[in-house]
């Protein structure tokens, strides 16, 4: 359970940051209002100026380690339905869209025995680089500034609500097929091992996708690039 948020002005990444903390054995997120080199997925840069929430988990699961990109997805949903946000979908595996536009990514990794759960939320940035066609903001959408702490605090709660029933008990939440963008839809997956074309089928509990190939064959994928189809 978070219980402890660490502030700082400027990071190179509250990914890294977080990882300085990994002796204290507790549960805590590190929080910034910049970042220099913020990456997502695969190394990918996450552009971070001043006016987004960017919030790095640094967790200790004791199961479920793969559905923790599922609490925090689900966690962003909820948190912005509460600030009056609607037409909201999750792009497995780490997208949050509002609009069909890109609000939120994010990224989970492993280090030694913690997992560490990153969250970019564009919130309040009113201008993006000209490569992020698809990017968009809280502010962007409703014309309005917003509280960076306030959405803090409700998804740190958010967060901790699921994540306390997922130690406790396990998880199924079958919720967040409400907001599967690609769900019935042609797809392909493009991962290391190359590309599968079939038709997304289910998000399990482990947050996999389940995808039913051109021959009928259900595959099961923990990673990838989903792109839609035209079939």
């Not at 990914?15 to 002796?23: H, P, V």
Request: with cysteine; charged share 25%; glycine share 8%.
């Amino acid at each position: 359970m978070i219980d402890r948020i660490i502030r700082f002005r400027r990071v190179s990444s509250t990914q890294d940051t977080a990882k300085r903390y990994i002796q204290e054995r507790c549960e805590l997120a590190v929080t910034a209002l910049f970042q220099n080199n913020g990456r997502g997925r695969q190394g990918r840069t996450w552009y971070s100026p001043r006016g987004g929430l960017y919030v790095s988990l640094l967790l200790f699961p004791k199961k479920r380690l793969t559905s923790i990109p599922l609490l925090a997805s689900l966690s962003i949903i909820r948190t912005l339905e509460e600030f009056g946000f609607s037409k909201l979908l999750v792009h497995w595996p780490n997208d949050v869209l509002l609009n069909n536009h890109k609000v939120c990514g994010i990224v989970c990794e492993r280090y030694r025995d913690a997992v560490i759960c990153g969250i970019g939320l564009n919130v309040n940035i009113e201008r993006f680089g000209q490569r992020l066609t698809n990017a968009t903001s809280l502010k962007l959408q409703s014309g309005k500034d917003f509280s960076i702490e306030e959405i803090l605090e409700s998804l740190i709660s958010q967060f901790n609500d699921l994540y306390n029933e997922l130690q406790a008990r396990g998880l199924k939440i079958k919720e967040v097929l409400n907001y599967i963008s690609d769900l019935g839809e042609p797809v392909e997956v493009v991962t290391a091992k190359g590309v599968t074309k079939g038709t997304v089928c289910n998000i399990d509990d482990d947050w996999a996708l389940l995808l039913r190939d051109e021959s009928g064959i259900i595959k099961k994928f923990y990673y990838g690039d989903v792109r839609r189809l035209s079939w």
